[in-house]
């Protein structure tokens, strides 16, 4: 059973500073891109970033610069680094991961079929 826990969220003022944690477990993650999407209300789930082991983590513009996604195969453990948080950022955050090696890294959501519970990402002005 595919299970992914994330953690680290919490309230900061902006400028501020998390890092998010995501504990994968149920398979082996260390060749399968694994990501993270966030939803803030009332709008549609957004790609964050993607890390896979073979090529370079890719962002969405709106992150470039301020966000740093790794992976630790070691632990099965994906990792979000949020610096200069804004209030836009403020949104649930969800680790996701692909489940066959092959299977390139995206930033579409209706790609990847496992997906955490989220942990929450709130960034007051």
């Known amino acids: 059973q595919v299970l992914l826990l994330e953690s680290g969220g919490g309230s900061v003022q902006a400028g501020g500073s998390l890092r998010l944690s995501c504990a994968a477990s149920?398979?082996?993650?260390?060749?399968?891109?694994m990501g993270w999407f966030r939803q803030a209300p009332g709008k549609e789930r957004e790609g964050v970033a993607t890390v896979a082991s073979t090529t370079r983590p890719t962002y969405a513009d709106s992150v470039k610069g301020r966000f740093t996604a790794s992976k630790d195969n070691a632990k099965n453990t994906l990792y979000l680094e949020m610096n200069s948080l804004k209030p836009e950022d403020t949104a649930m955050y969800y680790c996701?991961?692909?489940?066959?090696?092959?299977?390139?890294?995206?930033?579409?959501?209706?790609?990847?079929?496992?997906w955490g519970q989220g942990t929450q990402v709130t960034v007051s002005s």
């Open positions: 996701v991961t692909k489940t066959n090696p092959w299977e390139p890294c995206s930033l579409r959501p209706d790609e990847y079929a496992y």
């Open positions: 149920g398979v082996n993650y260390r060749d399968l891109c």
